[in-house]
Nanobody, 125 residues
Framework: QVQLVESGGGSVQAGGSLRLSCAVSRYTATTDYMAWFRQAPGKEREGIAGIYTGTSTKYYADSVKGRFTISLDNARTTVVLQMNTLKPEDTAMYYC??????????????????WGQGTQVTVSS
């Protein structure tokens, strides 16, 4: 029932920044873990950042740690991914996902129950 819509993607040069937003509608109390994934052509979907909505505890994949920041607004209607120091390797379709704290894992995309349509990020060298 949760609906997610990503925005903010685009093309930037290496070293630049982008701010992605995920608008959440039809939010339920059981949607307590929000995350960002990305997938490049020919590659598997990769979980890069997650946030527990109740505690704001965050997790980052090693590939983006120190460069990306995930955050959530007070109303839990928007999940933001601030991406700094972008690299060509960051080029991918970025997806927002909603899951459950006790069941969803960034290492397992199938554990998330709701997904957005994605927003493209292209980083040129």
């Amino acid at each position: 029932q949760v609906q997610l819509v990503e925005s903010g993607g685009g093309s930037v040069q290496a070293g630049g920044s982008l701010r992605l937003s995920c608008a959440v509608s039809r939010y339920t109390a059981t949607t307590d873990y929000m995350a960002w994934f990305r997938q490049a052509p020919g590659k598997e979907r990769e979980g890069i950042a997650g946030i527990y909505t109740g505690t704001s505890t965050k997790y980052y994949a090693d590939s983006v740690k120190g460069r990306f920041t995930i955050s959530l607004d007070n109303a839990r209607t928007t999940v933001v991914l601030q991406m700094n120091t972008l690299k060509p390797e960051d080029t991918a379709m970025y997806y927002c996902a909603a899951g459950r704290l006790g069941r969803s894992q960034l290492s397992d995309p199938s554990s998330f129950g709701a997904w957005g349509q994605g927003t493209q990020v292209t980083v040129s060298s």
